[in-house]
């Protein structure tokens, strides 16, 4: 009505098909690149953590059990490096949807002679979807590349918020985090609940299960467009939002952490060191297989004494983090 005669003129060589594919891409384009900021925030947050608290020792474990030192500092910058991972699969994901569909019309192209080119620069995509079939192909193949980016970053989150979750709990005693992060129980007044980490984990987990969704809804679909693609909208929509949501709260969290000084000396964390004993009697000229036969026979009969002095000197390890080498990786955009 308010453009009367242009209006009618505005569906020329264009089908709703390719319009609604270009407005998803251009939504997907937009939702990644702010899910990829985000990323970035609580990537900064984690290195400068790392560096605050890298002198502060913490158990490292193995199959639940006390294994050999850890750091604070390294636990912190280890999930910070798997997010640059995570931000090449994202970047990865924008690749694939930066691609202009317009002028597919309902999937075949069409009949009138339009610069498909002239589109593809106004609208600012990196590149231009050129076979018209192709172009509706990519209906399912954004959204499942889209679930495997976003659990990605969901899956490091989720296992980020399972350690916290064990690291504050009265048997490891790590870490503790502020009231108003917690929350009691109704009957049990020593407690403190980790209730925002807890649902970190769990929305990660749903987020996770998004990309098992996608590929069911399209994988045995025949080329050209199917009303099954309704299906798809609602909830990568949903995820973006969700993931964005739990990144900003993440972010948030994590920066009130407190940091508790533990004490190696716990009889519990009493052969922490052992590989690094054996170390020892290796650089002192001792095989491999007689310094672990040495260690194990002191463990055995009781007589071990740790030596904790040992420094760590390669790239990565808790007395020498690599943080600029990692910061340094993340993709600058």
């Not at 994590?254 to 508790?260: A, D, E, L, T, W």
Request: aromatic share 10%; with cysteine.
């Amino acid at each position: 009505l308010q453009l009367g005669e242009v209006g009618k003129k505005i569906h020329t060589a264009r089908s709703r098909n390719d319009q609604v594919l270009v407005a998803l891409q251009l939504y997907y384009k937009e939702a990644l690149g702010q899910t990829r900021t985000s990323v970035k925030t609580l990537f900064d947050t984690l290195l400068d953590l790392a560096d605050t608290h890298k002198n502060q020792l913490l158990p490292g474990y193995t199959h639940l059990q006390v294994a050999m030192p850890s750091s604070f500092g390294l636990w912190f910058s280890s999930y910070a490096e798997l997010l640059v991972d995570d931000v090449y699969v994202l970047d990865a994901t924008m690749r694939i949807v930066d691609q202009n569909p317009l002028g597919s019309a309902a999937g075949y192209g069409s009949s009138f002679p339009i610069d498909r080119e002239f589109t593809t620069q106004e609208m600012g995509f990196a590149a231009l979807k050129y076979n018209v079939v192709a172009a509706q192909l990519t209906r399912g193949k954004n959204e499942r590349s889209i679930a495997a980016s976003l659990s990605n970053v969901a899956n490091t989150l989720s296992r980020f918020a399972m350690d916290i979750c064990l690291y504050m709990s009265q048997n490891f005693g790590f870490i503790s985090f502020p009231d108003e992060l917690t929350t009691g129980s109704s009957i049990m007044p020593h407690k403190k609940n980790p209730d925002v980490f807890e649902l970190i984990r769990g929305k990660c987990n749903k987020i996770q299960a998004l990309q098992t969704e996608m590929l069911l809804i399209t994988n045995n679909l025949p080329s050209g467009y199917h009303r099954d693609f309704q299906l798809l909208k609602e909830n990568v929509i949903a995820s973006f939002i969700e993931l964005n949501d739990i990144l900003e709260i993440f972010n948030y969290s994590i920066k009130k952490i407190k940091v508790k000084e533990i004490d190696l000396n716990d009889e519990k964390y009493q052969y922490l060191f052992t590989v690094d004993n054996i170390n020892n009697l290796v650089v002192d000229g001792a095989s491999f297989r007689e310094a672990y036969k040495t260690i194990g026979e002191q463990v055995e009969n009781g007589t071990y004494v740790p030596d904790t002095s040992k420094h760590h000197t390669h790239i990565g390890s808790i007395h020498n983090l690599g943080l600029d080498q990692i910061r340094n990786k993340f993709p600058i955009k």
